[in-house]
């Protein structure tokens, strides 16, 4: 497990003193087990409060234990971790290069353009046609003239009518681009969401046909402002990196994108939507590297990595971000009692990210924090996940909060917003985040959102494409909801039931770390609460459905989009 956090120290924390074995100890030696995470087992976060245990067995603390995954050879003690240790490394990615797009805005004639791919976005009502079966778009109409009718012609037999998800690719005699390409908007075209889909089929069609000059345009323009064509051309060229890469790390072969440039026609042009378009492609850069870490396996990204991950930002960006990496024993200092409560049942030593970005020059006006979750593998602890939709299998992405703190650090390095102090930290766990969230507050933060693979409840609730957004302050929610609907990503608003606190209640603690299976997700949320200073803004966003795409079985990259322009919101107020 790991962690990323602020810029100085906390020391707030009481660690469990009890030598029961129903308790984990601050100075509890790691026990024999081989799991990687102990996500329920008892710790103390806070002064004062101390957790039951809700588990069914408890870790020993006999250093003279046997456990049932070690063995003995002659008069030497092995256990099942050190054979893990010693194939970690064995596993090593192939290098695979972020796609390098030449994006440009040009203010052209799209019927004179020339190159190898005209892509056209069009909604249902582009692709009318009047009674001699002839389009009234004027755009297509020009086009279809000069194919000689054979657009409308095609559209006709294909069926293909503007349906978002629709793509019709065609070679026909009579433009100055090889191809062209009509790809569907759905009904309409006003969200970030519909314009990044259209940029990753335009990739689709630009990959299928291994198009290395392409240019795109939509049917309708007249009626978009200039604000929203800059964003428009910022989320095309995001789906379009986005779409364009395949991470092919781990498999023997992978075929690179022979795409070098794209023009955007019709939506404007100058250094502005120049500028726009840069901010993209930083920002999808970012999204890739995040996807990069949850689609990494265990034994590739283990806690050392990943804060070696985070220190590369720091040293790449070294002018705006410094890192600080705690240990377990400065941890144990720190008296982070949940966090090595968590880390103790795994072999590999516990990191805690601590990333500061501060403007190069100018005042800072507002101190944020971003806290994620970065378990590297969740086993489920003593309570092993078994059974039908346990999802073992996919536990490596119980770091993805811990990659959208850290993918939004690369953005926000690379676009170096004034005026605002960010603080990023990753940690694991209802747990471990109620130490990170006791450590943000006392950074003399204002604002802090944290970030995890939480609940499976969440999933239940909103299914795999929307995180659940559980907050007590209406103006945070309203600045986050916001920088979703800038970045494409979904949330919804849960509700924080204080009723619900009673099932968290303990009747020999001050509260148990779990709830009942009901209202899972809100009393997740309400135990992290119980951790935030009242005086600061807080959100917890559970993203444990949309950090993983089931088709495409990888990651998503979710967070990050969301992040960077939430930073960058409360950076321009």
Request: net charge neutral; charged share 20%; hydrophobic share 40%.
């Amino acid at each position: 497990m790991a962690g990323s956090l602020l810029h100085s120290f906390a020391t707030s924390f009481s660690s469990c003193s009890s030598s029961s074995s129903s308790r984990l100890l601050l100075s509890h030696s790691p026990p024999s087990l081989f799991l990687t995470s102990f996500r329920r087992s008892a710790a103390v976060a806070a002064p004062g409060v101390r957790f039951s245990r809700v588990l069914s067995s408890s870790s020993s603390s006999s250093s003279s234990s046997r456990s049932p995954l070690c063995y003995r050879r002659g008069q030497r003690r092995l256990m099942a971790h050190s054979i893990a240790r010693a194939t970690l490394g064995l596993t090593q990615p192939n290098a695979v290069d972020v796609p390098k797009i030449a994006f440009a805005a040009k203010e052209i004639n799209a019927v004179e353009w020339k190159g190898d791919l005209l892509a056209v976005g069009v909604t249902e009502k582009d692709m009318a046609k009047d009674e001699s079966s002839k389009f009234g778009n004027s755009l297509l109409k020009k086009l279809d003239s000069q194919l000689g009718g054979l657009l409308s012609e095609a559209s006709s037999e294909e069926d293909f009518t503007g349906k978002a998800g629709q793509s019709m690719v065609l070679r026909l005699p009579g433009l100055s681009s090889k191809r062209i390409g009509l790809i569907g908007l759905g009904q309409s075209s006003s969200t970030t969401f519909a314009f990044r889909g259209f940029g990753e089929a335009f990739a689709a069609a630009a990959k299928s046909t291994q198009a290395n000059s392409a240019a795109v345009t939509l049917a309708t323009t007249d009626s978009i402002s200039n604000d929203s064509k800059l964003s428009t051309a910022s989320a095309i060229a995001s789906g379009t990196v986005l779409g364009l890469y395949e991470d092919t790390r781990y498999k023997s072969e992978g075929k690179k994108p022979v795409l070098k440039s794209v023009d955007f026609i019709g939506l404007g042009s100058g250094a502005e939507i120049e500028k726009k378009l840069k901010y993209a492609e930083d920002v999808s850069t970012a999204v890739i590297f995040g996807k990069e870490l949850v689609n990494s396996p265990a034994n590739v990204l283990t806690p050392a990595v990943l804060a070696e991950e985070a220190s590369k930002i720091a040293s790449t960006y070294s002018d705006v971000f410094t890192a600080t990496i705690l240990d377990a024993k400065k941890c144990e200092e720190l008296k982070m009692g949940s966090y090595l409560g968590v880390a103790a049942a795994s072999a590999n030593p516990p990191h805690f990210i601590h990333l500061c970005y501060k403007p190069s020059s100018g005042p800072v006006k507002t101190k944020l924090a971003l806290v994620g979750k970065g378990l590297t593998f969740d086993s489920g602890g003593y309570n092993i996940k078994t059974g039908a939709g346990c999802s073992i299998e996919l536990m490596k992405f119980d770091m993805g909060g811990s990659a959208a703190v850290l993918g939004a650090a690369k953005a926000i390095g690379q676009v170096k917003p004034p005026g605002v102090e960010v603080n990023n930290t990753d940690a694991e766990g209802r747990l471990t985040l109620a130490d990170a969230l006791v450590y943000a507050c006392n950074q003399g933060v204002e604002k802090i959102i944290d970030l995890a693979t939480l609940t499976g409840a969440c999933v239940v609730a909103l299914g795999p494409s929307i995180a659940g957004v559980f907050t007590p302050s209406d103006d945070l929610a309203k600045e986050v909801f916001t920088a979703a609907e800038a970045s494409g990503e979904k949330l919804w608003r849960m509700p924080l039931e204080e009723s619900y606190w009673d099932n968290m209640k303990s009747g020999v603690a001050d509260m148990v770390n779990t709830g009942g299976r009901q209202g899972g997700a809100i009393t997740a949320a309400l135990f992290l609460k119980q951790f935030v200073d009242e005086k600061v803004q807080w959100m917890h966003i559970d993203m444990a459905g949309p950090v993983w795409n089931d088709k495409k079985r990888a990651a998503t990259g979710f967070g990050i989009g969301t992040l960077v322009e939430w930073v960058l919101l409360n950076s321009s107020s």
